[in-house]
């Protein structure tokens, strides 16, 4: 309530209720005298600028704007990289027990909490093959923030922190990896990929040096394709002292396959809003969990969760009956105790229903998923590295831009034929790049239709390209501009001047 003389802020009105609006209409008042009891202070002078409507005429509203987003719960979602998987409602369910706690509960009254979150660890680190796991980082991004400051803070210990002040990332890598490296206060050196699609060993030697902190390496990497060199590769960077970090946004591949641990990595992040569910928008919610080998662990944010012979939980920083073991070499706090918590829930959740089994299945799926559909599209799309997918494929419809439809015209044809459109223009190095994964959840009539409607759109390129400038015809919004989308934004609804 606005304290007594200060203005109350105009409500921005929804335009299609301010349309539909007529005096006099409204929902059910609660029509009491009650209003007596309010301070002559508080209470308001003038009616709220509100548009009158009656309460099913909101509702319709609302839900009318609801069925005009396309959601996981209403279609595919093939977009590469950023894993859009089935979300089973349990694990909303298990995620909404927890809405109550706050992040600074003591750990007397949350032993249930501290039990998941730890053994959430427990089978991150299993996963892995790496030695523990800090749940603080909320997003990949974050994570891989986190990692390079732990990366800082391992070679400030061995006196080499001056020294160290290159990162390098391969030319196929998420534009993250740079962008974080580059906040750390890093230099990056980008090295370019072989003709098979994997790091080019030799560009990376020739970059390698003792002035580099660290490597950064998708794998497998953004061409969906496993690193066939990846243990010669950490060989290369650990021979320089430096250190090698997983990017593991999507883990979705390797469960149960092979443990990015054994191959050699020093680290590695995982989103599990991508591998372990969680549908997740531009901008969250996501956690990105980072687990590391026994070296690093020192620096890792704190407080950690420590397990008592006894079976009981608690913080080592703050342990109320306690001497706090203080921060120690540890980078410090990078999100409050437990995280983007509902997120961790959702995961372990995830985990449990599964079983190991089930995760093995679910990355078998996968790879069998995109294999299939690569294997559908293979005549008439062009691939990018032709050589075997794991869990995605990145295709490249230049083939198709010289007959005169880019991979943004696919996209938008793909929303026309009732899809959500896959990713294009990543990674940066496939012209006209469209990046797919199906997700193992898919059944294959699904998987089927989405081929259809891909091999259809390759049927309008060859006979009516232009047609494709125009679409969608049948979304509510047509083509944006996109130049003038992303240098001015409109980002709510403005009343015409
Ligand atoms: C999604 C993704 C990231 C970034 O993760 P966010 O949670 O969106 O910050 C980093 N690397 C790769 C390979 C990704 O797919």
Redo the contacts with the bound molecule.
């Keep these: 309530m606005p304290e007594s003389g200060a203005k109350t802020p105009e409500p921005a009105l929804e335009p299609l209720l301010v349309e539909l609006a007529q005096p006099g209409r409204y929902g059910r008042h609660v029509r009491s005298n009650d209003a007596a009891d309010i301070p002559e202070a508080f209470v308001r002078q003038a009616p709220l600028r509100l548009p009158e409507l009656t309460e099913p005429q909101v509702v319709r509203h609302y839900t009318h704007l609801s069925q005009l987003n396309y959601s996981v719960d209403t279609g595919m979602y093939p977009l590469g ?2 894993t859009m998987k089935y979300n089973p409602k349990v694990n909303d369910r298990a995620a909404a027990l927890f809405a109550d706690l706050h992040p600074r509960q003591s750990y007397r009254t949350t032993q249930g909490v501290l039990a998941l979150a730890y053994e959430l660890e427990q089978m991150l680190a299993k996963i892995t093959g790496m030695n523990f796991v800090s749940l603080q980082p909320q ?4 994570s ?1 923030f986190t990692a390079l400051l732990v990366f800082k803070a391992y070679h400030a210990k061995r006196g080499e922190a001056a020294q160290r002040r290159r990162i390098i990332v391969p030319d196929s ?2 534009g ?2 740079p962008a974080s490296a580059a906040m750390c206060g890093y230099e990056v050196t980008t090295v370019k990929s072989d003709a098979r699609g994997n790091v080019d060993l030799d560009a990376l030697k020739g970059a390698l040096g003792h002035d580099v902190a660290g490597f950064m390496l ?1 794998n497998p990497n ?1 061409l969906g394709l496993f690193e066939e060199r990846v243990s010669e590769v950490c060989d290369a960077v650990h021979a320089v002292g430096g250190l090698v970090y997983g ?1 593991g ?2 883990m979705n591949a390797l469960l149960g396959v092979t443990r990015p641990g054994d191959l050699g990595f020093d680290c590695i992040h995982i ?1 599990v ?2 591998t372990f569910s969680t549908p ?1 928008g531009a901008g ?1 919610p ?1 956690a ?1 969990p980072l687990c590391v080998k026994a070296h690093l662990r020192p620096f890792l944010p704190k407080p950690w969760i420590v397990k008592e012979a006894d079976g009981s939980y608690h913080y080592d920083t703050a342990r109320e009956d306690r001497e706090p073991a203080g921060l120690g070499d540890s980078i410090g706090t990078i999100k409050q105790r437990l995280g983007n918590f509902g997120v961790l829930v959702r995961a372990y959740t995830y985990m449990r229903t599964l079983g190991e089994e089930g995760l093995v299945e679910t990355s078998n799926d996968a790879i069998l998923a995109a294999n299939y559909l690569l294997a559908r599209l293979r005549g008439r799309y062009q691939v990018a590295y032709d050589r075997t997918p794991m869990h995605e494929f990145v295709l490249t419809a230049a083939p198709q831009k010289r007959k005169g439809a880019s991979a943004l015209d696919i996209a938008k044809g793909l929303i026309d034929e009732g899809f959500h459109p896959s990713s294009v223009y990543f990674p940066l190095i496939v012209p006209e790049a469209m990046m797919i994964e199906p997700t193992e959840t898919e059944p294959k009539e699904t998987l089927d239709a989405f081929a259809d409607a891909l091999l259809r759109i390759a049927d309008r390129v060859d006979t009516d390209a232009a047609s494709l400038h125009d679409a969608p015809v049948t979304a509510p919004i047509r083509r944006l501009d996109e130049v003038s989308a992303a240098r001015k934004p409109v980002l709510r609804w403005q009343r015409p001047a």
């Design positions: 990289s950023c997003a990949g991004a974050q891989e890598a998420h993250t990896n998708t953004t990017d946004a999507n989103n809003h991508k997740h969250g996501g990105g």
